[in-house]
């Protein structure tokens, strides 16, 4: 597989136009949107979910390509004074599961925030959610405790 890693922008209107597609599509299933964010309500917003994340500074997203066809996102969330990074909404077009594409930008994500001094990084995870769970375990990120909402948090130093 060809997958390159891009910065995408929900400031810029053309990109916020197809992430709007992609998503969208993606989240029909209740079940998915569960899984990426507990917080979020089915049937999928859009504006609320770019209200609630992305109208913050220090989120980027990255989306992984294939043939310019967008087949997996990531955020991220770095708060400077702290060092820190967090990550969270992974998704993997299901058609594309279990080639690396999750894995690939985990690390892209992990580049991004090591060049721009992060140096611990955090995640959440369902946890019910065995398949994330393994792969985030795979990429060295080790059990730091239980969020609020009852998800387990996971983290790694960069
Ligand atoms: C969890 C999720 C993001 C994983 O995405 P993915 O792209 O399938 O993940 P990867 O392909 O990078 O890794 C999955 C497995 O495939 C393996 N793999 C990687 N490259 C591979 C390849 N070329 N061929 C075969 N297997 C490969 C990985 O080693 C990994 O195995 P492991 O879990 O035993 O470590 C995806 O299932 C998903 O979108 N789920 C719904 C949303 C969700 O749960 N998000 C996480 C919220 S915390």
């Known amino acids: 597989m060809q997958t390159t890693i891009q910065t995408i922008s929900y400031e810029r209107p053309e990109e916020k136009r197809i992430l709007k597609a992609c998503l969208s599509t993606w989240f029909q299933n209740p079940k998915d949107l569960n899984l990426t964010d507990p917080n979020m309500k089915y049937p999928f917003r859009f504006e609320t979910w770019v209200k609630r994340t992305y109208s913050k500074q220090d989120v ?13 996102y990531i955020g991220i969330f770095i708060v400077q004074t702290k060092m820190a990074g967090h990550l969270f909404h992974l998704f993997t077009d ?7 594409v999750a ?13 721009g001094g992060v140096i611990n990084m955090s995640l959440n995870v369902a946890k019910k959610n065995d398949r994330a769970i393994r ?15 009852g998800s387990f948090i996971y983290s790694k130093r960069l």
């Open 60 to 72: 980027t997203s990255f989306v992984a390509k294939e043939n310019d066809w967008i087949i997996g």
């Open 94 to 100: 299901p058609e594309f599961r279990n080639k690396g």
């Open 103 to 115: 894995s690939s930008l985990i690390k892209h994500a992990e580049s991004f925030a090591s060049e």
């Open 135 to 149: 792969l985030y375990s795979h990429l060295g990120y080790e059990p730091a405790g239980t969020a609020s909402s």
